[in-house]
């Protein structure tokens, strides 16, 4: 059994793990992957988006009026980390459709393993904003703490990251960097081979997602 940082949340949900152990399978298409991905980006964001505060208003239903909740206008940002943040993101944009959407172009170097910023594109209000990282892999955390390091020099304080899987090594190491972020996730996985995947994992998540290399 892994260790899991207090500040993470491993989702423990039926429809996640059915879902997630269709991603890991080698055989599943790219456009299964895709929808998949999508799908369990719902669920995911259910508990990320757990705590939002509600304020009453009144409102008349077609029986009488009444006082119901809704969103406290806090605004949200959606940060997606490419690639392969974007296969997250359309699902929490079905969910939010007003949200902002900020990129993060981050790829890690094949030899060094760090991450390389190729793109940076945040609204200029983060500071008044929820902002969520997206990526779905959680390896090294190499690129998650980069990409949260940029969007607090940005101004983001209430910030929290959605990924999918995440390694024992990267949780600990992104839990040190940043512990006041909450991370959500699927699956806390075993470890990191030697060339820095997530075993058993699910492979390269972008590559998956989008069927290029
Ligand atoms: C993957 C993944 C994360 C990163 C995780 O991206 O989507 O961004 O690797 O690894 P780390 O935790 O060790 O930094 P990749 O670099 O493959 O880029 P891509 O999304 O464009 O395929
Ligand atoms: N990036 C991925 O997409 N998968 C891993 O296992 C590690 C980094």
Do not use: W
């Amino acid at each position: 059994m892994s260790t899991i940082p207090p500040s993470f949340t491993i989702v423990d949900h039926p429809l996640v793990l059915h879902k997630l152990t269709l991603m890991r399978d080698k055989e599943t298409s790219t456009a299964s992957f895709r929808t998949l991905l999508r799908e369990i980006s719902l669920l995911l964001a259910y508990e990320t988006l757990r705590d939002l505060p509600v304020e009453q208003v009144e409102i008349e239903t077609p029986l009488t009026p009444m006082m119901a909740p809704r969103l406290r206008g806090k605004k949200l940002c959606f940060v997606s980390i490419l690639r392969a943040g974007d296969g997250l993101l359309q699902g929490l944009l079905d969910l939010v459709p007003a949200a902002r959407v900020g990129h993060i172009g981050l790829y890690r170097d094949p030899v060094s393993k760090q991450p390389v910023e190729y793109l940076m594109k945040l609204p200029d209000d983060l500071g008044d904003r929820v902002t969520v990282l997206v990526d779905p892999m959680l390896a090294t955390a190499g690129s998650a703490i980069e990409a949260v390091r940029k969007v607090k020099e940005a101004g983001a304080r209430d910030i929290r990251f959605l990924a999918l899987v995440c390694a024992p090594e990267g949780a600990a190491a992104f839990a040190a960097a940043h512990p006041d972020v909450r991370v959500y996730a699927a699956s806390m996985d075993e470890r990191l081979d030697d060339h820095k995947y997530i075993v058993p994992g699910l492979g390269d998540a972008g590559d998956r997602l989008f069927g290029t290399k």
